[in-house]
């Protein structure tokens, strides 16, 4: 469970400072699939930044299982998101000079423990995941031999690889075309629903946050709560837009 | 390969231009460095090892001469420079002294004939010479000759008529310490005493130094016209020398002592220019032609002393015995060798210097391009440690493959250097057939330089690589 408690941010440039959260309070039970949405600036990422340990510099407390996330070692909290937090960013992030496998396989290197796997174990996994995925005839393909699509796959497989328990998704569908975003929106219900993954998901789409259970909304550096009730698991079609669909 | 290592090596790889680049300046500092070191080390063996062996010291008595004009008058005019066997043994007592070889010098005039088989022509030379413990040289005689004094041994010597008779290596001519006596003061021949039988003789052995042979080769035989000599081919070589007699007229004495020597080897320790024999040839003849007390009246000890660190404790205790050590330029030419290797050790250091800045624009700039990379690996939990140990990682490998391209470098340099100096330098003494030595150590320390100055070019970058906050770098912040 994650629980944010009077998480206040704000950024300087030279002079001024911009308060973009002023005190927010929410809280995500294990298996809930929200989507955050706002204008730009509006502390979306920061948010979803913090709950993943990337940002540590705010005011309030983030708990993520009961761990006061501010209160982790630098080290610890590298442990954290390698463990548990799975990133999908917009820009996809993958190294262009690893291969597919190298790529997913990537997190494995920085595991320490017993949790870590052997070369063999951590090549199997990636080539699980990238079958989820649906990319496994590409492992050995570079990066910039993937369409967008398929690239955003990649970096979804490489969010699963450590079987995170929660996954943070900044903008996944925005370098995408509506097709590709849809099934990518659709793989993070899959995911939501089959593997219980708590999915939190930062858009400025509101075709995807209409499709999700759950919005936060976030202005003027404060929190809108938004439930709904959805009717049976959206198809891919129901995010695409009637005039771009297939 | 593990994990990170892997990593290490894919950025290698995509930033191979960038890095080689990064990596001329290391090659070159790390050649230079090499390259010069092992050219100190190359002269210093033959400077050290072959002109100025440093594990012996020369004690020689304390001179007092004062110049008036162009004479020095003082001991050693007045003869006074000698040490007996008392001293000899105060110093064998010295802490740090292994052994102690007394030299004397042969205090007679005398001139050596002979050369003819060898040169192609018969060489007439005033010679200077002394004697020495057999012992002490016993390493640097020829295979298959002997140095020891053979007219000391007893035994009745066989009588011959001709030098067949006597078997290899000896001769048939008068006993030992027969005196010739002289037609006049100018005749170097002499006359054999009425009745003298003739006996089978052993050559008096001679060790010579290298310097004469290097003295002849670089100099002598240009001006003469003679063949180059090869030391080792010339072992065995006999000749004659004239005891009493000197190309000096006014120096000759009143009878003469005819030996035939014979060559069997080469010796550091042997004198400089002249020749060397065992100690009871020049014993035996001082007396002949002094006094009885010159049997113990020494001119120099070679003290050895195997411990490099004894040395100036040695040469202390030697002071306190009103005796003097003598200079063989061994401190002086110790001195300017290291200043020489220091000079280009620091002109190298400056180089590599240099290039560990530009090493590090390369990683800063590297960095700053792969911000994003090190933000997502930051993201999917790798710590700063990580990240710091992949690029110093990266540093040390560009390092060590610099490193031994620079050692590689500095061997080719080497090789070329020795070639030329082969084909076009003309002979010189202590020519030597290479100028280089390259100790295991050197090796490694070029490989530790490099990798070194590599991880201090890098450590800054490194550090603000580990020090991005991931949150910034991957949402633009």
């Not at chain 2, 100190?40 to 440093?54: E, N």
Request: glycine share 10%.
């Amino acid at each position: 469970m994650i629980r944010v408690r009077g998480m206040r941010k704000s950024y300087r440039t030279g002079k001024l400072v911009n308060e973009v959260l002023r005190g927010v309070d929410f809280e995500v039970d294990h298996g809930e699939l929200v989507s955050i949405v706002g204008p730009s600036g509006s502390g979306k990422s920061t948010l979803l930044h913090a709950v993943g340990g990337l940002d540590r510099d705010y005011e309030g407390s983030i708990e993520v299982d009961g761990r006061d996330l501010r209160s982790l070692s630098d080290d610890a909290l590298s442990d954290y998101r390698n463990r548990s937090v799975g990133f999908v960013f917009q820009s996809f992030y993958l190294l262009p000079h690893l291969t597919v496998l190298e790529n997913v396989a990537l997190p494995a290197v920085f595991t320490r423990g017993t949790q870590r796997l052997g070369d063999a174990a951590a090549t199997a996994r990636a080539r699980e995941v990238l079958e989820q995925v649906e990319l496994g005839a590409r492992t050995d393909s570079t990066p910039t031999m993937l369409s967008g699509g398929q690239r955003q796959r990649v970096a979804i497989a490489r969010a699963l690889f450590n079987r995170p328990t929660l996954m943070l998704c900044d903008e996944p569908t925005g370098n995408l075309d509506s097709k590709m975003g849809a099934q990518i929106l659709a793989l993070f219900h899959a995911l939501n629903r089959d593997a219980h993954i708590t999915v939190m998901i930062v858009t400025h789409d509101s075709r995807i946050s209409a499709a999700t259970p759950r919005t936060l909304r976030v202005e003027d550096g404060a929190l809108h709560d938004e439930r709904r009730e959805l009717g049976p698991p959206v198809p891919s079609a129901a995010v695409v837009p009637a005039a771009e669909a297939p | 390969m593990s994990g990170l290592r892997r990593v290490i090596a894919a950025d290698l790889q995509r930033s191979r231009s960038h890095f080689l680049l990064a990596s001329i300046g290391i090659v070159v500092g790390i050649a230079t460095f090499t390259f010069f070191i092992a050219l100190s080390q190359g002269v210093r063996a033959v400077v050290l090892g072959r002109i100025f062996p440093l594990d012996q010291l020369e004690v020689v008595p304390k001179s007092l001469d004062i110049a008036i004009g162009p004479l020095a008058i003082g001991t050693s005019t007045l003869g006074g420079d000698v040490i007996d066997d008392a001293r000899v043994r105060q110093i064998n007592a010295l802490p740090g002294v292994e052994t102690v070889y007394p030299k004397m010098r042969l205090t007679v005039p005398a001139i050596a004939l002979g050369g003819e088989s060898l040169l192609g022509a018969d060489l007439r030379s005033e010679i200077v010479a002394d004697g020495i413990e057999p012992a002490l040289v016993a390493a640097d005689v020829g295979a298959g000759f002997e140095f020891r004094d053979f007219d000391a041994e007893p035994g009745t010597p066989k009588a011959c008529t001709t030098d067949d008779e006597c078997g290899e290596r000896r001769y048939c001519g008068a006993p030992a310490g027969t005196r010739l006596e002289r037609k006049s003061r100018n005749d170097d021949t002499g006359r054999v005493p009425e009745g003298t039988a003739t006996v089978c003789r052993d050559y008096v052995p001679v060790l010579a130094s290298e310097h004469v042979v290097e003295l002849y080769n670089g100099a002598l035989r240009r001006a003469h016209g003679f063949p180059k000599l090869v030391p080792d081919s010339v072992l065995g070589f006999t000749f004659e020398l004239v005891i009493g007699s000197s190309m000096v007229g006014a120096s000759n004495k009143g009878h003469l002592v005819r030996e035939r020597a014979m060559l069997v080897g080469f010796s550091r320790k042997s004198i400089a220019l002249g020749l060397t024999i065992p100690l009871g040839y020049v014993r035996r003849l001082n007396v002949d032609f002094g006094q009885p007390e010159d049997a113990q009246r020494y001119h120099s000890v070679v003290v050895m002393v195997p411990n490099k660190n004894d040395v100036a404790a040695v040469a202390k205790g030697v002071s306190d015995l009103n005796l003097v050590v003598a200079d063989t330029g061994a401190e002086q030419a110790a001195l300017l060798i290291a200043i020489f290797t220091l000079i280009f050790a620091l002109v190298s250091a400056v180089i590599v210097g240099i290039a560990a800045v530009n090493i590090m624009h390369v990683f800063f700039m590297l960095v700053y391009e792969r911000q994003h990379e090190i933000g997502i690996m930051r993201a999917i939990g790798a710590r700063r440690g990580d990240i710091t140990r992949i690029i110093m990682g990266e540093a040390a490998s560009l390092g060590f493959v610099s490193g031994l391209a620079g050692v590689a470098l500095a061997f080719g340099a080497s090789f070329g250097f020795d070639w030329i100096s082969q084909t076009y330098v003309p002979d010189f003494p202590y020519k030597p057939e290479t100028y280089f030595e390259f100790p295991w150590w050197l090796l490694l320390a070029a490989l530790a330089f490099a990798v070194s100055f590599c991880i201090l070019g890098a450590f800054l970058p490194a550090r603000r690589a580990a020090r991005m906050e991931p949150a910034a770098v991957l949402s633009g912040h």
